[in-house]
């Protein structure tokens, strides 16, 4: 990995997925849980608990990482005789476990299947890959369960890309966002004032969000921040102070404001070219999924589907050699 998380906030990982995941087993103003729904609830809880320690303990390594942690948990899982038992193709990142058929399904069998628009200006193509899919599925269900999530990954894997799209479309009406990208020169008075901007007043001291809905606050960059004479990262301990106490001081009357509401989702680069390693002061309350380079694979994916769709409306002859045009434009780029 390329960040230092403590064992404690790895284990606080885990209980959140699962919390999210076992959500819906919580009785409401308008549900009421049967006995029957308990029961099923016992019988998939080992499931439930290792698709959480996945994607909590196992999410945080780099691709190497993930496929000793791959062989690990299978061996670990025959060899304790467990009854969670994953399909022989593929690693335990490649499967979503399905509560209501009670097996793991492929992450990309879990969306409909893809239409391209060539009408589209190239740049506007997003291909959804397996890394995508999963990624957009599990911060979505942390978000709605108030949690925060924190993307660490190489630059161009898409975390801020799949940010913008969740937050633009795969939420409720009941959820608005607020981006801010931090640079080298951020300030904390700057971030203070730019979520300030956005919150309204709900009774006195306290702010947040028009009445009935929760903000997200996507933060791109998280670590840009230059570290000041104290090795602190003035706007990184604005949001700290916030997480920590729901809140920071007006800097004009010194009193405490209470912001309600607010869910941080942030993406960062890893440590070099002015990007340096953030506190665990802050780390502590984030979910972490991390992002890992792109893989052949999913790069021949991402192009194989480009070139397929243009390639449609031509003749079966010049379909057919959609593979190997897409082989010798990766061989020419390795």
């Known amino acids: 990995s390329e960040m230092c998380i403590r064992d404690s906030n790895l284990c606080s990982s885990l209980t959140r997925v699962l919390d999210c995941c076992i959500n819906k087993y919580r009785d409401s103003e308008l549900k009421k849980v049967t006995p029957e729904e308990i029961n099923q609830l016992e019988a998939m809880l080992q499931h439930l608990f290792i698709f959480a320690l996945i994607w909590s303990v196992g999410c945080t390594v780099d691709a190497e990482g993930r496929k000793q942690f791959n062989i690990f948990l299978k061996e670990l899982l025959l060899k304790n005789k467990s009854e969670v038992v994953f399909p022989e193709e593929g690693s335990i990142y490649d499967y979503q ?11 990309t069998n879990t969306i409909k299947p893809q239409e391209i628009d060539v009408k589209s200006d190239f ?5 959804q890959t397996n890394d995508s899919i999963r990624m957009t599925y599990l911060s979505k269900i942390l ?9 660490p990954g190489p630059t161009g894997t898409g975390k801020s890309l799949n940010s913008s799209i969740l937050l633009s479309t795969g939420l409720s009406d009941e959820y608005q966002y607020v981006s801010i990208t931090f640079s080298a020169q951020t300030s904390a008075n700057q971030t203070q004032d730019s979520i300030d901007s956005k919150m309204e007043k709900r009774r006195k001291g306290i702010y947040g969000p028009p009445p009935g809905k929760k903000c997200i606050l996507f933060i791109d960059d998280l670590n840009m921040p230059k570290k000041e004479i104290y090795f602190a990262q003035p706007p990184i301990e604005l949001l700290r102070q916030f997480l920590d106490h729901q809140g920071w001081y007006d800097r004009k009357s010194l009193s ?3 912001l309600e509401d607010i869910i941080l989702l942030s993406a960062m680069g890893p ?6 390693f953030i506190t665990n002061r802050i780390l502590r309350h984030f979910n972490i ?5 792109l893989d052949r694979e999913t790069v021949s994916y991402i192009f194989t589907k480009i070139v397929g769709a243009y390639f449609n409306s031509l003749v079966q002859s010049v ?10 434009v990766l ?4």
């Open 143 to 151: 978000l709605l369960n108030s949690k925060h999530v924190l993307f």
């Open 319 to 328: 379909r057919d050699q959609t593979d190997h045009i897409v082989e010798a």
């Open 123 to 127: 740049s506007e193509i997003v291909i």
């Open 256 to 258: 405490f404001t209470k």
């Open 97 to 107: 476990y399905n509560t209501d058929t009670k097996q793991f399904v492929l992450w």
């Open 331 to 334: 061989r020419v780029f390795e």
């Open 271 to 276: 440590p070099g070219g002015g990007r340096t």
């Open 289 to 293: 999924l991390s992002y890992t380079e």
